[in-house]
């Protein structure tokens, strides 16, 4: 398994964090990863390692960019803001390359029983959110607009 390393196909034209054709997941830690990484990978396909500290350095820099006038057709920053707060409180991250025969629930499964705690599909028009998010005592930085996104508490 290679390291993450941020090159400009992993952003959208505006500078922001959007590998397309690709899922990005967050484990608990380095060794979760490690082993999701042995169980998904594929002979044809890719998965990148990257640390909480790669994801805070390089990825979540991103969001830095989008202010530019380039109009966003979703949510990719706020997406970006969900992994930062994973990779704040430790979650290591893994890219994942999806093959052209690859469907979202069978995705969704295999991350799962991997231990993903979030995995983000990463489409070309669409950013799936693949694991629900369990409620949280914690206030995350972006949670409108994210189809799995967890009631808060004291939200009512």
């Known amino acids: 398994m290679k390291s993450f390393a941020l090159d400009s196909s992993y952003t959208s034209m505006s500078?922001?964090?959007?590998?397309?054709?690709?899922?990005?997941a967050l484990f608990t830690d380095a060794e979760a990863a490690h082993q999701?990484?042995?169980?998904?990978?594929?002979?044809?396909?890719?998965?990148?390692?990257?640390?909480?500290?790669?994801i805070l350095k390089d990825i979540v820099r991103t969001i830095g960019s989008s202010d530019a006038v380039l109009p966003s057709v979703g949510a990719d920053g706020d997406f970006v803001r969900?992994?930062?707060?994973?990779?704040?409180a430790g979650h290591h991250g893994l890219l994942l390359k999806v093959g052209k025969h690859d469907d979202a629930d069978g995705l969704r499964a295999a991350l799962?029983?991997?231990?993903?705690?979030?995995?983000?599909?990463?489409?070309?028009l669409?950013?799936?959110?693949?694991?629900?998010?369990?409620?949280?005592?914690?206030?995350?930085?972006?949670?409108?607009?994210?189809r799995a996104a967890a009631p808060q508490p004291g939200d009512e």
């Not at 500078?15 to 990005?24: D, I, K, L, M, Q």
């Not at 999701?36 to 790669?54: F, N, W």
């Not at 799962?112 to 070309?124: D, I, L, N, S």
């Open 15 to 24: 500078g922001v964090f959007y590998p397309t054709g690709h899922v990005f």
């Open 36 to 54: 999701a990484a042995k169980a998904l990978e594929t002979g044809d396909g890719e998965a990148l390692y990257a640390s909480p500290e790669t």
């Open 82 to 88: 969900r992994i930062a707060d994973l990779a704040s």
């Open 112 to 124: 799962e029983r991997a231990g993903a705690v979030a995995a983000f599909y990463y489409r070309t």
């Open 126 to 146: 669409v950013i799936e959110d693949l694991i629900e998010q369990p409620p949280t005592d914690t206030q995350q930085s972006v949670t409108v607009g994210t």
